[in-house]
């Protein structure tokens, strides 16, 4: 495909996300005019995460709860929830306790929105960037500046929030990434929570394409990345995971481990802080990505 066809795809696909988007969004709080999208995106409140470990399984239920999410879009107490289950194949082994609950609580200060809002948004282009920036920590709405991914986000009762940063780039195949990866001490046999990335080719948002870390569970923590193709580019959110409940706590680690994989691979070479993406200071991460090439 050339890069002309290329593009106009992209177009097209923006302008219908746009039509479609600027219906949906008649009467939401944080509307505004040209298909920009006002600071109805910013939530603030509270996030409680309950860990259940037992013999066969690990249960993890969180409910995440805003003001904010009751007067957008009408939900019971302003709540979103969601549980999620993961088999524990060999509990004797696993290095957790076979019995324990574990509950975290702490506040709860993000952007989300529908997937139409988020096209509307997209589609706007420099216009909604403007007033974005005034409430946005920093980061752009802009997915379709960019031929590759630039946000990681959360599905959480059809609402979609913004939780990570894409942090390493590469014009290489996502095969070829990943391979390497996983013949350099890594498995792409992963369990692990769903994240989704914007793919502008589709123009819709997808979970991960492929994923890969240095433990399949990790119940102690690992280096995971998680992986998105399209628009000529492997994008990965890449992190480095605390133990069960697997909570992010380094950005900067994971890209620096991976990028160290690839300087010593091979035909590969990895460049710190090659892109600079401007996508927030999530944690240490310092809104560029690793190249690899």
């Known amino acids: ?133 005034a409430y946005s920590t920093g980061a752009s709405y802009r997915e379709s500046d960019y031929a590759h991914g630039v946000f990681e986000y959360e599905e959480t009762d059809g609402l979609y929030e913004k939780t990570a940063p894409m942090n390493v780039v590469s014009p290489e195949s996502m095969s070829g990434v990943v391979s390497t990866l996983t013949s350099n001490g890594y498995t792409n046999i992963v369990v692990q929570y769903d994240r989704h990335g914007f793919n502008t080719d589709t123009w819709q948002f997808e979970t991960q394409h492929d994923s890969a870390a240095t433990g399949t569970f990790g119940f102690l923590g690992r280096q995971h990345a998680k992986f998105w193709e399209f628009g000529g580019y492997t994008s990965c959110s890449a992190h480095t995971d605390s133990s069960v409940p697997h909570e992010a706590i380094s950005h900067e680690e994971a890209e620096q481990h991976i990028e160290g994989v690839f300087d010593d691979a091979s035909g590969w070479y990895g460049w710190d802080d090659y892109y600079d993406l401007n996508n927030g200071s999530y944690l240490d991460h310092d809104g560029s990505a690793t190249g690899l090439f």
Not at 18 to 25: D, I, K, M, Q, V
Not at 45 to 50: C, H, L, Y
Not at 123 to 133: I, K, R
């Open 1 to 133: 495909m050339t890069e002309e066809t290329h593009t106009t795809r992209r177009g097209l696909l923006r302008l219908t996300g746009a039509a479609a988007a600027t219906t949906a969004l008649s009467g939401v709080v944080g509307a505004s005019p040209g298909g920009g999208v006002g600071p109805g995106f910013r939530v603030q409140g509270r996030e409680r995460k309950q860990v259940k470990i037992r013999p066969d399984a690990v249960t993890v239920r969180t409910r995440k709860t805003s003001p904010a999410l009751k007067e957008r879009y009408g939900y019971e107490k302003g709540t979103v929830s969601k549980t999620e289950t993961y088999e524990r194949p060999k509990p004797q082994t696993d290095d957790l306790p076979q019995r324990d609950t574990r509950t975290i609580g702490r506040k709860w200060d993000t952007e989300i929105a529908t997937a139409d809002e988020w096209k509307a948004a997209f589609s706007g282009g420099a216009g909604a960037a403007t007033e974005a920036t």
